[in-house]
Protein backbone atom coordinates (compact mmCIF):
# COMPACT_ATOMS: atom_id res chain seq x y z
CA UNK A 1 0.00 0.00 0.00
CA UNK A 2 1.08 3.17 -0.78
CA UNK A 3 1.06 6.12 2.26
CA UNK A 4 -1.72 8.26 0.05
CA UNK A 5 -3.71 5.31 -0.73
CA UNK A 6 -3.88 4.74 3.23
CA UNK A 7 -4.24 8.60 3.70
CA UNK A 8 -7.77 8.44 1.41
CA UNK A 9 -9.13 5.34 2.71
CA UNK A 10 -8.79 6.65 5.99
CA UNK A 11 -10.46 9.75 5.17
CA UNK A 12 -13.92 10.57 5.24
CA UNK A 13 -15.26 11.67 1.73
CA UNK A 14 -18.26 13.45 0.08
CA UNK A 15 -19.58 11.00 -2.40
CA UNK A 16 -21.33 13.49 -5.37
CA UNK A 17 -23.45 11.99 -7.89
CA UNK A 18 -20.88 11.80 -10.58
CA UNK A 19 -18.63 9.64 -7.91
CA UNK A 20 -18.44 5.64 -9.19
CA UNK A 21 -16.91 3.35 -7.13
CA UNK A 22 -15.25 2.67 -10.14
CA UNK A 23 -13.80 6.02 -10.80
CA UNK A 24 -12.50 6.12 -6.77
CA UNK A 25 -10.57 2.61 -7.91
CA UNK A 26 -9.41 4.56 -10.54
CA UNK A 27 -8.05 7.43 -9.01
CA UNK A 28 -6.40 5.54 -6.01
CA UNK A 29 -4.80 3.19 -8.85
CA UNK A 30 -3.35 6.14 -10.35
CA UNK A 31 -2.20 7.77 -7.54
CA UNK A 32 -0.78 4.75 -6.41
CA UNK A 33 0.99 3.90 -9.29
CA UNK A 34 3.22 7.22 -9.09
CA UNK A 35 4.46 6.14 -5.92
CA UNK A 36 5.44 2.52 -7.26
CA UNK A 37 8.84 3.90 -8.74
CA UNK A 38 10.24 5.17 -5.39
CA UNK A 39 11.24 3.91 -2.28
CA UNK A 40 9.22 2.64 1.06
CA UNK A 41 11.80 5.39 2.38
CA UNK A 42 11.34 7.88 0.05
CA UNK A 43 7.67 7.64 0.25
CA UNK A 44 7.61 8.31 3.98
CA UNK A 45 10.21 10.79 3.58
CA UNK A 46 7.66 12.62 1.33
CA UNK A 47 5.05 11.91 3.75
CA UNK A 48 6.81 13.58 6.45
CA UNK A 49 8.20 16.38 4.76
CA UNK A 50 4.48 17.79 5.10
CA UNK A 51 4.87 17.61 8.73
CA UNK A 52 8.08 19.12 9.78
CA UNK A 53 8.62 22.78 9.74
CA UNK A 54 10.18 24.12 7.05
CA UNK A 55 11.56 27.36 9.18
CA UNK A 56 13.59 24.97 11.43
CA UNK A 57 14.67 23.20 7.95
CA UNK A 58 16.06 26.01 6.52
CA UNK A 59 17.83 26.52 9.62
CA UNK A 60 19.09 23.45 10.11
CA UNK A 61 20.38 24.03 6.28
CA UNK A 62 21.78 27.61 7.09
CA UNK A 63 23.67 26.04 9.75
CA UNK A 64 25.14 23.16 8.13
CA UNK A 65 25.86 25.62 5.12
CA UNK A 66 27.54 27.99 7.82
CA UNK A 67 29.58 24.83 9.47
CA UNK A 68 30.37 23.55 5.30
CA UNK A 69 32.01 26.54 4.63
CA UNK A 70 34.10 26.78 8.18
CA UNK A 71 35.31 23.04 7.66
CA UNK A 72 36.44 23.80 3.97
CA UNK A 73 38.28 26.99 5.65
CA UNK A 74 39.91 24.83 8.30
CA UNK A 75 41.08 22.17 5.61
CA UNK A 76 42.73 24.23 3.13
CA UNK A 77 44.58 26.61 5.91
CA UNK A 78 45.73 22.65 7.37
CA UNK A 79 46.46 22.03 3.75
CA UNK A 80 48.55 24.72 3.04
CA UNK A 81 50.22 24.23 6.93
CA UNK A 82 51.00 20.67 5.54
CA UNK A 83 52.49 21.58 2.30
CA UNK A 84 54.77 24.56 3.92
CA UNK A 85 55.69 22.13 6.64
CA UNK A 86 56.94 19.37 4.17
CA UNK A 87 59.13 22.00 2.08
CA UNK A 88 60.69 23.48 5.61
CA UNK A 89 61.48 19.70 7.00
CA UNK A 90 62.63 19.10 3.78
CA UNK A 91 65.37 22.02 3.87
CA UNK A 92 65.91 20.99 7.52
CA UNK A 93 66.95 17.53 6.88
CA UNK A 94 69.41 18.95 3.92
CA UNK A 95 70.82 21.57 6.14
CA UNK A 96 71.31 18.63 8.47
CA UNK A 97 72.94 16.15 6.38
CA UNK A 98 75.11 19.16 5.09
CA UNK A 99 75.93 20.07 9.46
CA UNK A 100 76.33 16.03 9.94
CA UNK A 101 78.90 16.07 7.24
CA UNK A 102 80.99 18.96 8.14
CA UNK A 103 80.97 17.97 11.86
CA UNK A 104 82.32 14.20 10.56
CA UNK A 105 84.58 16.39 8.73
CA UNK A 106 85.82 18.38 11.61
CA UNK A 107 86.78 15.18 13.87
CA UNK A 108 88.43 12.87 11.43
CA UNK A 109 90.75 16.52 11.47
CA UNK A 110 90.60 16.92 14.56
CA UNK A 111 91.89 13.03 15.19
CA UNK A 112 94.01 13.35 12.68
CA UNK A 113 96.01 16.85 14.15
CA UNK A 114 96.33 15.30 17.49
CA UNK A 115 97.74 12.03 16.27
CA UNK A 116 100.24 14.34 14.55
CA UNK A 117 101.10 16.04 17.80
CA UNK A 118 101.76 12.56 19.86
CA UNK A 119 104.05 12.01 17.20
CA UNK A 120 105.91 15.33 17.55
CA UNK A 121 105.78 14.88 21.67
CA UNK A 122 107.42 11.61 21.38
CA UNK A 123 110.01 12.41 19.00
CA UNK A 124 111.02 15.54 21.18
CA UNK A 125 111.22 13.21 24.28
CA UNK A 126 113.48 10.84 22.38
CA UNK A 127 115.42 13.88 21.11
CA UNK A 128 115.74 16.39 23.78
CA UNK A 129 115.00 13.94 26.70
CA UNK A 130 115.67 16.91 29.48
CA UNK A 131 114.63 19.58 27.60
CA UNK A 132 110.87 17.89 26.85
CA UNK A 133 110.70 16.68 30.92
CA UNK A 134 111.31 20.41 32.01
CA UNK A 135 109.02 21.88 29.50
CA UNK A 136 106.22 19.28 30.50
CA UNK A 137 106.78 18.93 34.47
CA UNK A 138 104.19 21.72 35.34
CA UNK A 139 101.58 20.66 33.33
CA UNK A 140 100.86 17.45 34.61
CA UNK A 141 97.49 17.99 34.68
CA UNK A 142 95.21 18.41 31.62
CA UNK A 143 93.84 21.81 31.18
CA UNK A 144 90.15 21.57 29.49
CA UNK A 145 87.40 23.33 29.20
CA UNK A 146 85.50 24.07 32.33
CA UNK A 147 81.76 23.52 32.39
CA UNK A 148 80.57 25.82 35.08
CA UNK A 149 81.95 28.00 38.74
CA UNK A 150 81.79 24.18 40.58
CA UNK A 151 84.30 22.72 38.59
CA UNK A 152 86.94 25.60 38.88
CA UNK A 153 86.07 25.44 43.04
CA UNK A 154 87.17 21.84 42.78
CA UNK A 155 90.16 22.41 40.63
CA UNK A 156 91.38 25.13 42.81
CA UNK A 157 90.71 22.63 45.99
CA UNK A 158 92.70 20.34 44.64
CA UNK A 159 95.23 22.64 43.79
CA UNK A 160 95.89 23.59 46.87
CA UNK A 161 95.90 20.90 48.54
CA UNK A 162 98.65 19.39 46.93
CA UNK A 163 100.64 22.44 47.14
CA UNK A 164 100.02 22.28 51.08
CA UNK A 165 100.72 18.78 50.92
CA UNK A 166 104.30 19.31 49.14
CA UNK A 167 104.80 22.01 51.70
CA UNK A 168 104.49 19.93 54.48
CA UNK A 169 106.25 17.60 52.76
CA UNK A 170 108.82 20.21 51.52
CA UNK A 171 109.11 21.52 55.69
CA UNK A 172 109.40 17.93 56.52
CA UNK A 173 111.93 16.94 54.54
CA UNK A 174 114.03 20.55 55.61
CA UNK A 175 112.97 19.67 59.22
CA UNK A 176 115.04 16.09 58.56
CA UNK A 177 117.67 17.55 56.82
CA UNK A 178 118.24 20.15 59.63
CA UNK A 179 117.84 17.45 62.40
CA UNK A 180 120.48 15.23 60.49
CA UNK A 181 123.02 18.00 60.35
CA UNK A 182 122.43 18.92 64.26
CA UNK A 183 122.87 15.50 64.85
CA UNK A 184 125.80 15.27 62.45
CA UNK A 185 127.34 18.54 64.04
CA UNK A 186 126.61 17.01 67.69
CA UNK A 187 128.49 13.47 66.68
CA UNK A 188 131.45 15.55 65.26
CA UNK A 189 132.18 17.71 68.40
CA UNK A 190 131.26 14.95 70.64
CA UNK A 191 133.90 12.69 68.73
CA UNK A 192 136.16 15.69 68.78
CA UNK A 193 136.22 16.34 72.21
CA UNK A 194 136.96 12.41 72.80
CA UNK A 195 140.14 12.92 71.06
Known amino acids: YCLIHF ?5 VKEVGMNDS ?3 EVAASWLECSIYQNYTASEVLVQGLAGVVNQKDVELIVRAQKKMLQRFEKTNEMLTNVNSL ?6 RAQQDFKKHSQVVDGMKKDLEYIFKKIRQIKGKLSAQYPEAYSLATQGKSEIVGEEDDEYDVMIREKKIAAAKAASATADTSTEDTRAADKATAA ?3 SAEAALK
Open 186 to 188: SSS
Open 21 to 23: PES
Open 7 to 11: YKRNN
Open 85 to 90: SATRLE
